[in-house]
């Protein structure tokens, strides 16, 4: 992974909304989504280059904001190993649900 990017927002609309306009700004690659609370705090996140993680990000923000408050963002660029190992792990459970409903 190159970079990551995090969009982290308040609720489910929010969070896929920000996705949409991430995906359609950069040219970045979904990895995976974390759900608390519920559902009513979702962190998206994103890899590709640096600057097209940058550029995903501040869209994502900026359309969840025009929805509520986005509550965080962040870019990590050449990320750790085990912060690599830790989205791993988050995108194989998301996987695992989607191979559950798909059934």
Request: net charge negative; proline share 1%; charged share 25%.
């Amino acid at each position: 992974m190159k970079a990551l990017g995090f969009v982290e927002v308040s609720g489910i609309v929010a969070a896929v909304e920000a996705l949409d306009s991430m995906l359609k700004t950069a040219d970045v690659e979904f990895v995976t989504c974390e759900k608390r609370l519920g559902g009513r705090l979702v962190t998206i996140i994103v890899t590709g280059s640096i600057s097209a993680v940058q550029e995903a990000v501040e869209s994502g923000t900026a359309r969840a904001n025009e929805i509520t408050k986005t509550v965080a963002h962040a870019i990590i660029a050449n990320p750790h190993e085990e912060i690599i190992r830790m989205i791993q792990i988050s995108a194989e459970k998301l996987n695992l649900a989607r191979e559950v409903v798909n059934k």
